[in-house]
T-cell receptor, first 112, second 114 residues
Framework: GQQVMQIPQYQHVQEGEDFTTYCNSS?????IQWYKQRPGGHPVFLIQ?????EVKKQKRLTFQFGEAKKNSSLHITATQTTDVGTYFC????????????FGGGTRVLVKP | EAQVTQNPRYLITVTGKKLTVTCSQN?????MSWYRQDPGLGLRQIYY???????DKGDVPEGYKVSRKEKRNFPLILESPSPNQTSLYFC?????????????FGPGTRLTVL
């Protein structure tokens, strides 16, 4: 079945630095969603990408959908302590069913 | 306020004692689902429902049951809980299609089965 992998699993970042987390799917995706889960909280929707090569920005966060629509990335500029949390990508689980497959998440820790 | 609620938030139980975790949404969403979250495994879907009386298995349905008698409610039932069902559970809803619509998650239920 479809697999969605995220790397790295953990990301330790110095406050003020940039970093990127990656999401790779074993199958082509019609769209991809990103969610953020703060420590002790629940996942919260961030953004959805639909078009091949699409790039969207939310303040210091830049999301990109790969040309082949099998991978995506999230780049955070000038990391702040408010960026702490786990970031998940999720893609439709094939043609059958009405399901999303989530990646394992990237847990971001920020060093002040 | 638009929200998804779950109860209880925390539960410690023993093996074999039936339990139900309730989930309710006030957004008139058609689609609801249950996920479990385990370290390193992300969110894995247990069951989902596309509308009243329509439910289907997700990726890890064994040991769980669900029902959708009303649009707003989607309870998760563990008939005979086992220790490997110790996990953090999230209920989620979306307007119609989880593949394209934003999913709204409940606050989570932390379950421990001894």
């Amino acid at each position: 079945g479809q697999q969605v992998m995220q790397i790295p699993q953990y990301q330790h970042v110095q406050e003020g630095e940039d970093f990127t987390t990656y999401c790779n799917s074993s199958t082509t995706l019609s769209n991809i969603q990103w969610y953020k889960q703060r420590p002790g909280g629940h996942p919260v929707f961030l953004i959805q990408l639909v078009k091949s090569g699409e790039v969207k920005k939310q303040k210091r966060l830049t999301f990109q959908f790969g040309e082949a629509k099998k991978n995506s990335s999230l780049h955070i500029t000038a990391t702040q302590t408010t960026d702490v949390g786990t970031y998940f990508c999720a893609g439709p689980a094939g043609a059958a069913g009405n399901k999303l497959t989530f990646g394992g998440g990237t847990r971001v820790l920020v060093k002040p | 306020e638009a929200q998804v609620t779950q109860n209880p938030r925390y539960l410690i139980t023993v093996t074999g004692k039936k339990l139900t975790v309730t989930c309710s949404q006030n957004m008139n969403h058609e689609y609801m689902s249950w996920y479990r979250q385990d370290p390193g495994l992300g969110l894995r879907q247990i069951y989902y429902s596309m509308n009243v009386e329509v439910t289907d298995k997700g990726d890890v349905p064994e040991g769980y049951k669900v029902s959708r008698k009303e649009k707003r409610n989607f309870p998760l039932i563990l008939e005979s809980p086992s220790p490997n069902q110790t996990s953090l559970y999230f209920c989620a809803s979306s307007a119609r299609d989880s593949r394209t619509d934003t999913q709204y998650f409940g606050p989570g239920t932390r379950l421990t089965v001894l």
